[in-house]
């Protein structure tokens, strides 16, 4: 399976930000191609009882609970009927909201449209309280940004947060063992780990970069389930097309 991580789909000039007209065409080809978005719950369901996922399978996931999430590409995973992860801190839900943002599209979502997000039937995990580097933390600070985020997410869904998703893909045992102890799952961002469903504390994923071709795109897809290997394939894929197309 892929796990892919996006952040802003904005036309911004940051390795974070895919522009939405990009965005749009890979959602487009990942509905109507050889592969199945699945859910937060398939893949729980897959780690815990067994239940194998079905071929190509591909979990959409989005960090930072950017409002623009909600705003933009919601629209397009509900009219191409994509179940999707949104990783929220939960601080950003209280007054630990962050007042000053660089770009106005990286205002974070409001309780409401966290809401919205889940009321679409998609889910929500934790991404820390406030998207601390959990590795540099005492025990105590490391206890809130990780328990912290559990209750404040539950309130808020009415239920726990079953996935954690790391803050800057930072983690160590320690960091591991203070998520095991609350979420069933846990995402790591890192590109050198072999994703390996047996330890799921530490699942890789892609990273999609804004300039990816929708050649490069399906070709980080269809490569074999190491992330860096994929990220290396989309990017080979890329530099092939430019220097055929150079005379
Ligand atoms: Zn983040």
Same mark, same amino acid.
């Given at each position: 399976?892929?796990?892919?991580?996006?952040?802003?789909?904005?036309? =911004?000039?940051?390795?974070?930000?895919?522009?939405?007209?990009?965005?749009?065409?890979?959602?487009?080809?990942?509905?109507?191609?050889?592969?199945? +978005?699945?859910?937060?719950?398939?893949?729980?369901?897959?780690?815990?009882?067994?239940?194998?996922?079905?071929?190509?399978?591909? =979990?959409?996931?989005?960090?930072?609970?950017?409002?623009?999430?909600?705003?933009?590409?919601?629209?397009?995973?509900?009219?191409?009927?994509?179940?999707?992860?949104?990783?929220?801190?939960?601080?950003?839900?209280?007054?630990?909201?962050?007042?000053?943002?660089?770009?106005? +599209?990286?205002?974070?979502?409001?309780?409401?449209?966290?809401?919205?997000?889940?009321?679409?039937?998609?889910?929500?995990?934790?991404?820390?309280?406030?998207?601390?580097?959990?590795?540099?933390?005492?025990?105590?600070?490391?206890?809130?940004?990780?328990?912290?985020?559990?209750?404040?997410?539950?309130?808020?869904?009415?239920?726990?947060?079953?996935?954690?998703?790391?803050?800057?893909? +930072?983690?160590?045992?320690?960091?591991?063992?203070?998520?095991?102890?609350?979420?069933?799952?846990?995402? +790591?961002?890192?590109?050198? /780990?072999?994703?390996?469903?047996?330890?799921?504390?530490? =699942?890789?994923?892609?990273?999609?970069?804004?300039?990816?071709?929708? /050649?490069?795109?399906?070709?980080?897809?269809?490569?074999?389930?190491?992330?860096?290997?994929?990220?290396?394939?989309?990017?080979?894929?890329?530099?092939?097309?430019?220097?055929?197309?150079?005379?």
């Amino acid at each position: 399976m892929k796990i892919l991580m996006y952040h802003l789909i904005e036309d =911004l000039p940051s390795p974070m930000a895919v522009p939405p007209d990009r965005f749009r065409e890979q959602m487009e080809l990942l509905a109507g191609g050889p592969y199945t +978005a699945v859910t937060e719950d398939d893949l729980h369901t897959m780690l815990t009882q067994g239940r194998p996922l079905p071929p190509n399978a591909v =979990l959409l996931t989005f960090d930072d609970g950017y409002a623009n999430t909600v705003t933009t590409a919601l629209p397009v995973l509900e009219q191409l009927g994509l179940p999707a992860l949104m990783a929220v801190c939960g601080g950003y839900l209280t007054d630990q909201r962050p007042r000053h943002v660089p770009h106005p +599209a990286q205002e974070t979502a409001d309780p409401d449209q966290v809401q919205q997000w889940t009321a679409s039937g998609r889910d929500v995990a934790a991404h820390s309280y406030t998207h601390r580097r959990l590795t540099a933390l005492s025990e105590r600070a490391l206890a809130w940004q990780t328990a912290g985020d559990h209750e404040a997410l539950a309130d808020l869904l009415g239920r726990p947060p079953r996935t954690f998703a790391y803050p800057y893909g +930072a983690y160590d045992p320690r960091v591991q063992r203070a998520v095991a102890g609350l979420y069933p799952l846990a995402l +790591a961002t890192d590109d050198h /780990h072999q994703p390996d469903l047996r330890h799921p504390y530490a =699942l890789s994923r892609i990273q999609v970069d804004p300039g990816w071709s929708l /050649h490069a795109f399906r070709t980080a897809l269809d490569s074999p389930a190491d992330p860096a290997a994929a990220q290396r394939a989309a990017r080979a894929a890329d530099a092939l097309t430019t220097t055929r197309a150079t005379p």
